[in-house]
């Protein structure tokens, strides 16, 4: 299978709120179509993860962000041009997602990916997915495929072929929290 077709058929499972196992710009993830309350809600009892605990997501492209953020930091597009790394902002005043994923702040974290199969996966799908590492929540976070246990992998619905999973920067990815227009706050580097 190429890559064209595996986005296809990982897409058409998103599509009937599958949850998918796929690799990321930084490590392997647990993911599903993030306006899917119910394949959400399998995420989180697979992860047997608080459900105060939320989940990044993942979009394509910078101009979609305003789909789901009210107002953007004004600092915000100077940040997501200069980072170098994956690196996953919090913006306040989240919109048209579902509940689930806002923080009780009324914060989302979102990053905007740079792995080819994840960039054309949304893409085509046309809505965010959520990323979290693909391990029980407290569990240490493994690094490549086949450090990922089988509990996982017999949860999920799909499994992205091993192959398009070379995965680049094997750690979690930088995180800032947007404060106001011109401020914020690295929470991880």
């Known amino acids: 299978m190429n890559l064209s077709e595996e986005i296809i058929k990982t897409s058409e499972y ?3 709120g599958a949850v998918i196992l796929y690799p ?11 306006t899917n309350e119910v394949a959400i809600a399998r995420i989180f009892n697979i992860k047997q993860r608080s459900l105060n605990k939320n989940f990044l997501i993942l979009l394509d492209q910078v101009e979609k962000l305003s789909l789901y953020i009210e107002h953007i930091p004004l600092i915000a597009w100077d940040l997501i041009e200069k980072t170098n790394r994956p690196t996953t902002f919090i913006y306040p005043n989240v919109k048209n997602l579902p509940k689930s994923l806002i923080a009780a702040d009324g914060s989302i974290a979102i990053r905007m990916v740079k792995n ?24 240490p ?43 914020f706050e690295i929470v991880r580097e």
């Not at 199969?117 to 979290?132: A, D, R, W």
């Not at 495929?145 to 920067?169: A, N």
């Open 14 to 16: 998103l599509k009937q």
């Open 24 to 34: 990321t710009d930084t490590i392997w993830g647990i993911g599903c179509d993030a």
């Open 116 to 139: 080819e199969f994840c960039q054309k996966l949304i893409g085509l799908l046309g809505k965010p997915i959520i990323s979290t590492s693909a391990n029980i929540s407290g569990k």
């Open 141 to 183: 976070t493994p690094a490549r495929f086949q450090d990922i246990s089988q509990e996982i992998k017999d949860k999920v619905d799909y499994i992205v072929d091993k192959s398009f999973g070379i995965v680049e920067d094997v750690k979690p990815s930088t995180i800032i929290r947007f404060i106001d227009d011109y401020n």
